[in-house]
């Protein structure tokens, strides 16, 4: 099972979506990174991050 992450915006539409990682936690990290250098940014049409979001998919783990 490989684990992905979604980053919503707060009218939860999907920002950014990553998977392919071994476990929970690695993609909870990856996931909160990701979000962090998204509200960061200096754009002047930044997304608006709401929450992070983790689950599983049914494939192999492609990230160790």
């Known amino acids: 099972m490989?684990?992905?992450y979604e980053i919503r915006n707060s009218n939860n539409a999907v920002l950014k979506r990553d998977g392919g990682f071994p476990n929970q936690d690695a993609a909870k990290i990856a996931g909160r990174e990701d979000a962090?250098?998204?509200k960061?940014?200096?754009?002047?049409?930044?997304?608006?991050v709401g929450r992070i979001m983790v689950g599983r998919n049914a494939e192999k783990a492609t990230r160790y």
């Open 2 to 4: 490989a684990w992905f």
């Open 36 to 38: 962090k250098k998204m």
């Open 40 to 48: 960061n940014s200096r754009q002047p049409d930044r997304p608006d």
